[in-house]
């Protein structure tokens, strides 16, 4: 998926590998994220429109990065299927 933010942040998740990476922003990406386009693992993500996202980063050491409130949520093609 992915999804931007308040700040005009663009984000891309992949659940599948528990990581995440950020595209572009108006800002320079936090320490903590990282450079832009370099992907980061996560422990715990959370990401829900109209809220911050939150995502909690391998290794484990309590550090985690707060968005600003997601904007727009793009989900990737495979997550519109519908198995049944």
Same mark, same amino acid.
């Given at each position: 998926?992915?999804?931007?933010? #308040? ?8 659940? /599948?590998?528990? !990581?995440? !990476?950020?595209?572009?922003?108006? @800002? /320079? +990406?936090?320490?903590?994220?990282? +450079?832009?386009? #370099? &992907? !980061? #693992?996560? @422990?715990?993500?959370?990401?829900? $429109?109209?809220? +911050? /996202?939150?995502?909690? &980063?391998? +290794?484990?050491? !309590? ?5 600003? $409130? ?15």
């Amino acid at each position: 998926m992915t999804f931007k933010t #308040e700040s005009g942040s663009v984000y891309e998740v992949d659940h /599948a590998k528990s !990581r995440v !990476r950020r595209i572009s922003g108006t @800002h /320079a +990406p936090t320490s903590s994220q990282g +450079p832009d386009g #370099e &992907w !980061r #693992e996560f @422990h715990i993500a959370f990401v829900e $429109l109209g809220y +911050p /996202a939150y995502f909690e &980063w391998i +290794p484990h050491s !309590r550090k985690g990065t707060i968005t600003s $409130l997601v904007k727009e949520i793009q989900p990737d093609a495979d997550e519109n299927t519908n198995p049944s």
